[in-house]
């Protein structure tokens, strides 16, 4: 700092001290001004971090309780022999073959089928059985349903249902019911998605009773409508 310029007049150096004393103290004010603003620069940045934390805080247990409350359900590979009223058991072939089968379950619960198995998983459109029924060769259930019965919510209940892996859900035409379910030589047909003998149904014959090529791949053609 300069040397404070010194005056013979008393009047005149107490107005040059008078001077001095208000430039230090302006610029005193001015610092503190910046100090503010700094702090308050700083402060927001922290209530932004905490906002965004937060948010994805909440994002993160949004997704958890999503997926526990919307994931397929889970079920036990292996049948136990369970007695579930309904369910129709079959006698059937397992050959390779060419073309249309003519089946004689509607929709089919095993039998002569293409060499090319279907792709598990959700379709809206209906599938050819001749690849259908080769992935229940391999363990898979297959969910079918009346399009026309079957929409909104209760189909949605119907899809949850499924597990996660060997299993194809897809709309069929000419069922004689809303709902049937199908593993290999085994059936269930039934009118209401509450029905809980669904869930029972794969429960026991999911990766499980008399299928053949058990545990074999179920990921093969993809049919239409793969969502």
Known sequence: MSPQKQSGNPARQAQIEQTVKQQREAKRQEKLAEYQRQLKKRQRGKLLWWVVGIVAVLAVVAVIVASIVFAPRSYTAGSEGATIEGVETFDLESDHVEGVVEYEQNPPAGGPHNIAWLSCGVYDQPQANENAVHSLEHGAVWITYDADEIQGDDLEALRELAPRTYSIVSPYEGLDTPI????????????????????????????????????????????PGKL
């Open 180 to 223: 049937a379910v199908s593993a290999w030589e085994h059936q269930l047909k039934v009118d209401s998605v509450d029905d809980p003998r669904i869930a029972q149904f794969i429960e026991e014959y999911w990766q499980g009773g008399t299928a053949p090529e058990l545990g074999a791949s179920c990921t093969g053609i993809e049919g």
